[in-house]
């Protein structure tokens, strides 16, 4: 019965409420999770769009941009953004906010952070139940901004239907441009920080890069649209109202060509996958080391009494009946 | 695992830049194994109570050093009432005066740490003070 209040709460926007049940989502908390299950079956309106990178290259400053620019069309628009947890004291700064801030009284605009909490893929392990929770919300556009990453961050795929890549000039050679990773995975490059030196130099690597392509999914040739510097004020928002009408032109491309769904059903798939993982390993994982089974292991494993493999199997075979 | 991590927002309400100290304090809350959500300078106080909010924390500390804290600091404490937020514990520190203090507490201000405090009296204040939620 409360349950049913809350969702109510949430389709109708109310912040508090979503906020919370996020945070209970990061947290963990059974209850949240409970809450999830109805949730679910509202989610799948809105257009996710992932914006990575490396650190400084201005993720968070196109953010800001491309929510002035959607809001400007009266688009509501949820923004994740995702920065790193130490893994020595399990603190965070989260500090991506800070660009979106002239938004924070814009009803249309719900901005949180989150801490990666050791996940290695560039994003927080709550990102995708709190995609579901701003898509209730009704926000048309959620933007889940990764950490600053590197090469092989790619878990934004697994999250979103297009995915940005944001470059800027001055990062190395053109044997970067060919490597496996984070440059495979852009539905849209962007070469930020345009005035810099290098701009001209990295375009035309990318179309070097994109020519060898054998094919494009769906025809589309992941356009590379360059971004100058933001305090030019005037030019800063037509590029950017530029990778925005972008952006759209993706989307209606996945859903002419069919490929929104291949899209859905990965992120399905990542979905159920990491459901089962949570279902079936975590009790398990608790069990062994609650029981002290665990520390057991590890002290045969440094004293070469066993190895991981046969423990490993073992355990399944005790466990998974 | 299950577990109630507490989430606190370091905010610079006003229009003074020096915000040398409000990022030594989100490094040592960082470094306490706090998450820490900066808001950046120059920020009005409807900014810090809608993105406190949003955040969903359990702690605001204020940062202020132009003399504006006796409007600044009561108005966010005010906003997050307004909002159902009272939970939401608010603190404040820079330069101020030892006779505003009162005033401050009465409006709502559940600490506030001036030059000189160490970052250890802060971080044990609000060891001892701000529990994770219900």
Known sequence: MEESEQLKKIKAG?????SRLIRNLEDEIPEAKNALKRIFLHTGKAHV???TGSPGAGKSTLVDALITS???KGDTVGVLAVDPTSPFT???ILGDRIRMQKHAEDSGVFVRSLATRGALGGLSKAVGDAVHVLDVMGKNLILIETVGAGQQEVDIINHSHTVIVVLVPGMGDDIQAIKAGMMEIADIFVINKADRDGANKLYNELVAMLNMAHEFPGGWRPPIIKIGNCFDAVSFAQS????????ADHYRCLEETGLLGDRMKRKAMVELGESLRDA???PILKEMTQSGEMDLFVEKLLKKEADPYTIAEEAARRYLK | MTEKRIRIMVAKPGLDGHDRGARILARAFRDAGYEVIYTGVHQTPEQIAAAAIQEDVDLVGLSCLSGAHGYLFPRVVELLREKGAEDITVIGGGIIPDQDFQKLYDAGIKAIFTPGASLESILEWVGANVKPRD
Do not use: E, F
């Open chain 1, 70 to 72: 959607y809001r400007k």
């Open chain 1, 49 to 51: 769009v992932g914006i």
């Open chain 1, 280 to 282: 079936i390993l975590s």
């Open chain 1, 240 to 247: 950017v109202d530029k990778l925005a009408a972008t952006v």
């Open chain 1, 90 to 92: 399990g603190g965070a």
């Open chain 1, 14 to 18: 109310d912040v508090r409420t979503a």
